[in-house]
C-alpha cells in the first residue's frame, strides 16, 4: 500500500510537470493505459495520481471524453491573491521570532533566484521563490498554517505568475530583488512589520496580475478568460519545497 501510494505521488508530479511544462496541453486527453504504458507501470498508480489532478483542478474528466488537461482561467489564477496574502501576513507575524537560524537559507535562495531571473528560466525562479516562502512557512511550527498553504497548489501558481510577468509591468527581473524587504523585516525580528511586509509583497503580485488582466480590450480579456490556461501555461515536477 506504501509503496503503491509512493508511485501514484510520483506519476502525479510527473504529469503535473509535463503539464505546467507546456508538454500536455489545455484539452489533451490524458489516457490512463497509454501513460501506463509510457511509464513501464500498471495503470492504478495512473487512475489515482489522475484523481488527485482532478482534485488539484488541473484535469477534468469529460462523460464519454475521459480525463483532459483542464483549461484553467485567469479569474481562478487572480483569486488566489488575496487568499494567499493573509495567510502569509499571518506566517510572518508567527515566524519573527523563529527565523533567525535560516536566514542564510532565505539568503541562497533569493541568489538561487536571482540566477535563474537571468537564465530566463521561468521554471526555477518559481521554485526557488517557493522555496523561500516555504522556509518562512516552516519556521511558523504551526501545521494548520503550513497544510492550508499548501493546499493552494503554491509552485504551480507561481509559475504561471512567473510566466505572466514576463510581460508585465513589474517584469521577471524583479521577483528576486523584491524578497529582500522580507529578509530585511525578518532580521529585526518585528512580528507585526513581518507581516505586514509578507501581505504587501504577495498583494504586490497580485496586483500586477491583475492589472495585466484587466489591461486587455473586451475582447482580449473575454479572449484570455477562454484561451488564457494559467499560462500553462508552475513547483517542478512541482517540489512542495515561493
Known amino acids: 500500500m506504501i509503496q503503491r501510494v509512493m508511485l501514484s505521488e510520483q506519476v502525479k508530479e510527473e504529469l503535473l510537470d509535463q503539464i505546467l511544462s507546456g508538454k500536455y496541453q489545455p484539452g489533451d486527453r490524458l489516457v ?56 502569509e501576513e499571518l506566517a510572518g507575524q508567527l515566524a519573527a521570532e523563529n527565523i533567525a537560524d535560516h536566514l542564510d537559507e532565505l539568503d541562497e535562495a533569493v541568489a538561487r533566484m536571482t540566477e535563474a531571473v537571468a537564465a530566463k528560466d521561468a521554471r526555477g525562479v518559481a521554485s526557488w521563490d517557493v522555496r523561500f516562502h516555504r522556509v518562512i512557512l516552516n519556521a511558523t511550527g504551526n501545521e494548520i498554517l503550513i497544510e492550508t498553504w499548501n493546499s493552494l497548489m503554491i509552485e504551480a501558481r507561481t509559475f504561471v505568475t512567473t510566466k505572466n510577468l514576463l510581460i508585465s509591468d513589474i517584469g521577471i527581473d ?29 498583494e504586490t503580485f497580485g496586483a500586477a496580475m491583475g492589472r495585466l488582466h484587466e489591461g486587455a480590450g473586451p475582447e482580449e480579456a473575454a479572449e484570455r478568460e477562454a484561451a488564457e490556461p494559467v499560462v500553462l501555461d508552475v513547483t517542478t515536477p512541482v517540489r512542495r519545497s515561493g
Open 32 to 87: 490512463e493505459s497509454q501513460i501506463a504504458r509510457s511509464m513501464g507501470i500498471s495503470q492504478s498508480p495512473v487512475r489515482e495520481a489522475l484523481r488527485d489532478l482532478v482534485a488539484m483542478r488541473f484535469v477534468e474528466v469529460l462523460p464519454y471524453k475521459g480525463a483532459r488537461v483542464r483549461q484553467v482561467q485567469q479569474r481562478e489564477v487572480l483569486e488566489i491573491y488575496p487568499v494567499r496574502a493573509a495567510l
Open 174 to 202: 524583479d521577483m528576486a530583488r523584491l524578497h529582500q524587504p522580507i529578509i530585511d523585516a525578518l532580521r529585526e525580528g518585528d512580528p507585526a512589520k513581518c507581516g505586514a511586509v509578507m501581505r504587501q509583497h504577495v
